[in-house]
């Protein structure tokens, strides 16, 4: 816990000094960032808002910002705090809000190649938080540079608004999803969010069962319970408090009530 304070002093104040930025015009580390370009071009649709940017703006918005490792629990962002925007080259964040009485509802994660806290650089200050589930690689974009670009290029306006609208589209999918499915569904459906190569055939979903109790609205006891059945059921293999393997891709799928790829496609 220390460890995790620490790391969250040291990240606010670097985003806030603006450690690591270079002057206009001067690119920090241009050979290794555009092959990270051209590593996150061959990603797909796991990086649309930065394939959505013109080149040139692309390579300036990853040239100029801040590159950060930090570790499990770190937050990055806290509610109401000036604008930030993160691209993730590795890891996983969530984006959560929290309660008077400290409950949390995680309603989105980010994942290889995903934007987060672009709504910030936009508008007011989000009231939620950012916070790192695994150690992560993070590029803190240069919030003003976005500002003049957005402000310029009808391009760029556009990219944006496109990535918000995904965004808002997923919020309202997963409104109607607590509205109307029951807490085996949501859970599939988070399982699938989270799916990450785990180095063998099989997805792992590296989660504890409180943060699924999080993202879902739901107990921690109910979530063990469920995943305990779904265990039984040979659609997943569950550590003493982590989700860990999805066995069954296709049947989760059903049970979340979203289509998946048969393993012959």
């Known amino acids: 816990m220390m460890g995790i304070m620490v790391a969250n002093a040291r990240i606010s104040r670097r ?48 040239s100029e910002s801040i590159e950060m490792d930090v570790p499990a629990g770190a937050v990055v962002y806290r509610e109401g705090e000036v604008a930030r925007c993160f691209v993730v080259e590795r890891g996983l964040l969530r984006t959560f ?4 009485d400290g409950r949390q509802v995680t309603f989105r994660y980010g994942k290889s190649g995903d934007v ?19 150690s992560s690689s993070l590029m803190a974009i240069r919030v003003d ?13 556009r990219a944006c608004a496109e990535e918000l609208t995904r965004e808002l589209n997923k ?49 921690r006891e109910v979530i063990t319970r469920v995943l305990h059945e779904m265990r039984a059921d040979g659609l997943i293999d569950s550590g003493a408090d982590r989700v860990v393997v999805l066995r069954d891709l296709t049947e989760l799928a059903r049970e979340a009530d979203i289509g998946w790829p048969s393993p012959d496609r």
Do not use: W, Y
């Open 15 to 62: 985003l806030a000094s603006g450690d690591g930025l270079v002057p206009d015009g001067e690119l920090r580390g241009l050979s290794d960032r555009a092959e990270l370009l051209r590593g996150i071009r061959a990603k797909g649709s796991r990086a649309v808002f930065l394939l959505a940017l013109p080149q040139e703006q692309a390579t300036r918005l990853i």
């Open 97 to 100: 809000i929290s309660s008077h």
């Open 116 to 134: 987060v806290g672009l709504a910030s650089v936009i508008g007011d200050p989000l009231p939620v938080t950012i916070q790192a589930m695994t």
């Open 145 to 157: 540079t976005l500002r003049r670009m957005l402000a310029t290029d009808v391009a760029v306006a």
């Open 171 to 219: 919020a309202l999918e997963d409104v109607a999803q607590s509205a109307f499915h029951s807490v085996r569904q949501r859970i599939a459906r988070q399982l699938l969010d989270l799916a990450a190569e785990s180095g063998g055939p099989e997805l792992a979903a590296q989660v504890a069962h409180q943060e699924l109790a999080d993202a879902i609205g739901s107990s």
